[in-house]
């Protein structure tokens, strides 16, 4: 059975990217997500997992 363990402190995160410049009005922006698959998945303390504006499974 794989496993992921988001270990202590650790951030896991989805940030903008502010050198991109900006979108044009009106067009229509991707939603950002993080997807964690596994049998088993361990959250220690203090992990985070951060995606503003985000889906996230």
């Not at 940030?15 to 979108?23: C, E, Q, R």
């Not at 009106?26 to 049998?39: E, F, L």
């Amino acid at each position: 059975m794989a496993s992921v363990t988001l270990s202590d402190g650790s951030l896991t995160e989805v940030a903008l990217d502010a050198s991109a410049g900006t979108a044009v009005a009106g067009q229509s922006q991707p939603k950002s997500r993080i997807d964690i698959a596994a049998g088993q998945i361990r959250v220690k303390a203090g992990a985070a997992v951060v995606a503003h504006g985000a889906t996230s499974t």
